[in-house]
């Protein structure tokens, strides 16, 4: 026997969304993800770097760890969807952003783990009055790999969606 669900269900029932503030694995179908990912885990397990990660929507995530992603594409070739393409590696649209208020560096505590962890070398300190330095972060560098964020000890970076396209900047 089915049951029939009633209009009155159907219309009130909660639309799964894309959230933008969550980082998909690199390579991701953005947006649409969620539309084409099956949840099979094969990213998962193919992530050398242990970059991504099961989120809690059991959808996986880019989830820095102490390893930088490499970009190697692993992930996007194990997929078995159009959720993650290799093609779509270079138009990875995330990057480091620096709270700079809750920055050590910058409230006078020596700290320059972030900078210490770029291989990229995209973030840098400029010195201030007072035995302060400011931390400064070329955009254009940076690729987004995600090493700094779990190295900083207070938290004050994270990663943040950069506008892809001059439409999208408009937006």
């Known amino acids: ?66 390893n930088p992603c490499t970009f190697c594409g692993d992930c996007a070739t194990v997929c078995p969807t159009d959720a993650l393409q290799v093609e779509r590696l270079p138009d990875w649209p995330w990057r480091a952003a620096i709270e700079t208020s809750s920055c050590l560096s910058v409230n006078g505590v020596s700290c320059r783990v972030c900078q210490d962890n770029c291989e990229q070398n995209a973030i840098r ?27 900083c000890p207070v938290n004050a970076i994270a990663l943040d969606r950069q506008p892809t396209s001059k439409t999208e900047a408009i937006q």
Do not use: N, W, Y
């Open 125 to 151: 300190f400029r010195l201030q009055l007072g035995g302060r330095a400011e931390p400064s972060l070329d955009a254009d560098t940076c690729i987004g790999c995600g090493t700094c964020v779990p190295s």
């Open 1 to 66: 026997m089915s049951q029939m669900t009633s209009r009155r269900a159907f219309l009130s029932a909660k639309v799964c969304r894309e959230d933008s503030s969550i980082v998909r694995p690199p390579g991701s179908h953005v947006p649409g993800f969620l539309d084409h990912c099956t949840k099979c885990g094969d990213c998962v397990d193919a992530c050398q770097e242990t970059v991504i990660v099961f989120g809690q929507d059991g959808f996986p995530v880019f989830k820095p760890s102490e």
